[in-house]
């Protein structure tokens, strides 16, 4: 290996990492406010990844049906949860929230896709329907059971991410897709090619960190999200409702995974299943940031994305191993560190 | 008394009824889901094309999806040996499903015709896999292909970058031989998994052994990756792949980066560029013209072919073993066996086959062509190397 291997190998890891840094900021965010370790970020970012192709493509994306069927089940959960103040004002609210917004980006998709109106407005509507999928999951499949502990929030995270994935091969079927780059434009730099895209995933990552520690540290919501992570019951008597926090939370999530995979579409084929591998690597990187700490998170994620490229490059047959394993001394480090908690409510 | 005629012939016609109506039962075991579902979906689209009647007898097909998981299999054949009673079992999609399912064809003495790549689900020849027939092509004939077509091009070193699982195995072990035997230097060997989202620490390491040609051993569009990666980095010198990417998803996702690639494949893929005299072309042609009228033009994909194949030798095979028993019963069963054993210039789909009692694909060259991709297109090379 000579310096501009290294360079380009490095240049790669980084890009690959700016991926994986915006999927463990989700995660820490997830996990910081509602205890679910969201293992469905990845299916987001598919999600994400293949309505924009099939954007592209002039067809109506199989998650337009699944937005509409999810805002339904939504707005059931929601009367059933507010069954006891339930009147016309809040039916009112609920119905446009779950019901009519869905309805209104179905019927915008239905009218644009066929137009094939410009990459511009197909990202926009690419993430109009994936964004609020994840409140709507938040509903219908974790507030019911805010109260539970982590593991069955975990075993649910599971669930809904393998109901997902299932989805995703029927909308998409089982061969992958590609979209054209945000930007042709490309500069040299010594040995490297830096490429418009690159550029755009790393600025995007570093804006949502900013936009993220801004959020939580500067407005009266981002403190009641983060009151709610640390005391559920402290936060409800100071009037901020846990599952508005909830549910806020999940939107930045699905949100932030449609916008990588965006990012992520032309650098690569998406698959119906990519999004878990992606969410592993991820969730490497948030563990290592301790689930709690969105730079040590982002920082965590580049170092994946390094480790992993440059594994690629000397043993590639036990790349997968690798970058696996180097959650292993992290884990020990940890354990070694801090101190048992006996219960964690 | 015209009365009573009919009502004889209508007593007859229902005591008669069910042993007429014993069909014969066809088990499928395929990959509809999971990893290999882009190899099931056709294969699954294919037997809604298959015929429901085989030599004056109805035909019964049972399909079962596997998920591409060999527990799965397994329980899918035994499922359908004992509790369905078929007289024979199709599948599955991939090798190491297809090499679980030997075990339970053998144990239920059922004939299973795979619809899986590697040899080794037929090699070699022992008490168990006599009961096992293969459609595919071997990897080994298709190594050959593109070993005889790098000598002929004269390339001299070569750089290799296959799936890090049982398929880039398979390809790395039948082709270096056959390289090592023309001459051909393997410079540089890289692996990588179907999901990676990035192949530049390959590419990189390929590109350093300067290496005249780069095969890609990979199968449907996760092969369009490495190729993708290579063209970005500015790598000049010949590009192959395998017979694992012939399907339209693998132009669409390559593009232009795929132009001038070199590959072998089943004739399937070409049958409209098949001179008029290739047996083949005849069955190639009626099969893409149904599968496309039900599933669209330039659906097909070479994978749902082998699922028509396995029906051609059965149609074949079944008016033979009818002769001396009834479906439902181990001794038809047995006979239909010997029956797909004796297979003599079977032509179907992709190519021509002659089964022996230790050859159960029985193929030859006519069951491969080299294919160029040229305008995103498939443009046949040659009828056979």
């Known amino acids: 290996m000579d310096a501009t291997i290294l360079l380009l ?44 192709a099939s954007l592209e493509a002039g067809t109506l994306p199989g998650t337009v049906p699944l937005l509409l069927g999810l805002g339904g089940l939504a707005f059931l959960a929601d009367c059933a949860e ?5 009147d016309g004002r809040t039916l009112l609210r609920l119905g446009a929230r779950d019901l009519a917004l869905p309805a209104v980006v179905a019927l915008a998709a239905w009218l644009l896709a066929p137009m094939k109106p410009g990459l511009v407005v197909e990202i926009l509507l690419t993430l109009a329907i994936v964004t609020p999928m994840g409140g709507f999951l938040h509903a219908v499949a974790f507030r019911p059971l805010a109260h539970a502990s982590v593991l069955v929030l975990l075993i649910a995270s599971v669930g809904v991410h393998l109901a997902l994935t299932g989805l995703g091969l029927v909308f998409f079927g089982a061969e992958g897709s590609r979209t054209p780059p945000l930007s042709d434009a490309s500069f040299p730099a010594g040995p490297l090619l830096v490429s418009g895209q690159s ?44 599952s508005l926090a909830g549910r806020l939370s999940f939107s930045v999530a699905a ?91 | 008394m015209k009365r009573i005629v009919r009502a004889l012939a209508l007593a007859g016609t229902v005591l008669a009824g069910p042993v007429l109506a014993q069909p014969i039962k066809i088990g499928v075991t395929i990959a509809k889901t999971g990893p290999a579902a882009s190899l099931g979906i056709p294969q699954a689209n294919t037997v809604t094309l298959l015929p429901t009647e085989i030599g004056g007898q109805k035909v019964e097909w049972i399909v079962l999806d596997d998920a591409t998981d060999t527990t799965k299999g397994v329980a899918n054949a035994r499922k359908l040996a004992s509790d369905d009673k078929v007289d024979a079992i199709v599948g599955s999609s991939v090798t190491p499903v297809s090499l679980a399912l030997i075990e339970v064809a053998a144990e239920a ?28 092509q071997n990897d080994a004939l298709m190594a050959e292909a593109i070993a005889a077509h790098m000598a002929k091009a004269g390339v001299k070193s070569v750089g290799f970058i296959g799936f890090n699982d049982a398929y880039g ?94 590959l072998p494949a089943g004739p399937l893929l ?15 042609l009626d099969y893409t013209k149904a599968y496309e009228a039900k599933f669209g033009a330039g659906s097909l994909a070479t994978f749902g072919g082998h699922a028509y194949d396995a029906e051609v030798m059965l ?31 079977v032509v179907y789909t992709n190519g021509v086959v002659t089964m022996t009692p230790t050859d159960h694909v029985g193929q030859d060259d006519r069951a491969r062509v080299m294919v160029t991709i040229e305008n995103g297109k498939w443009k046949l090379l040659s009828a056979t190397n």
């Open chain 1, 9 to 52: 190998l490095l240049q790669d890891g980084v890009v690959n990492g700016a991926i994986y840094a915006l999927i463990a900021l989700s995660l820490v965010l997830v996990f910081t406010v509602t205890r679910v370790i969201l293992i469905p970020q990845g299916e987001f970012v598919a999600y994400g990844a293949l309505t924009l």
């Open chain 1, 82 to 86: 507010a069954r006891h103040t339930l």
């Open chain 1, 199 to 242: 550029l755009w995933m790393i600025g995007l990552t570093l804006a949502i960190i900013v936009a993220l520690w801004l959020f939580f540290s500067r407005t009266l919501l981002g403190k009641a999200l983060i009151a709610t992570a640390v005391n559920r019951l402290g936060a409800r008597l100071m009037g901020i409702a846990p």
């Open chain 1, 255 to 345: 949100f932030i995974g449609a916008l990588s995979g965006v990012l992520i579409a032309p650098l690569t084929t998406v698959y119906y299943d990519t999004g878990f591998l992606i969410g592993l690597k991820g969730f490497v990187a948030a563990i290592i940031g301790g689930l709690a700490s969105y730079p040590a998170a982002a920082a965590a994620a580049i170092l994946v994305g390094i480790i992993e490229s440059v594994a690629s490059f000397e043993a590639s047959a036990f790349k997968e191993v690798i970058v696996f394993m180097a959650i292993i001394p992290v884990l020990l480090w940890r354990s070694l560190r801090s101190a048992p908690i006996e219960d964690e409510e």
């Open chain 2, 109 to 136: 003495k059922v004939p299973l015709i795979s619809l899986a790549a590697s040899s080794k689900i037929v090699a070699p020849m022992d008490d168990k896999r006599r009961w096992v027939f293969k459609a595919p």
């Open chain 2, 169 to 262: 195995d398979g390809w790395l072990s039948e082709v270096t031989p056959r390289l090592e035997a023309k001459g051909i230097k393997l410079a540089a060997t890289e692996r990588y998994a179907r999901t990676d989202t990035s192949v530049t620490g390959q590419v990189l390491k390929v590109m350093a052994a300067r290496p005249d040609a780069v095969l890609i051993a990979g199968s449907g569009t996760p092969a369009a990756l490495p190729q993708k990666t290579l063209k970005e980095r500015g790598y000049a010198g010949k590009y192959y792949q395998t017979h694992g990417v012939a399907n339209a998803d693998f132009l669409r996702v390559g593009g232009k980066d795929l132009e001038g690639t070199v």
């Open chain 2, 270 to 284: 070409v049958a409209e560029q098949l001179p008029e005299s290739n047996p083949v072309r005849k069955v190639a």
């Open chain 2, 315 to 345: 149609a074949n095979a079944i008016p033979v073993a009818l002769k001396t028993a009834k479906p439902g019963t181990p001794e038809f069963r047995a006979a239909l066996r010997d029956a797909i054993e004796g297979l003599k210039e």
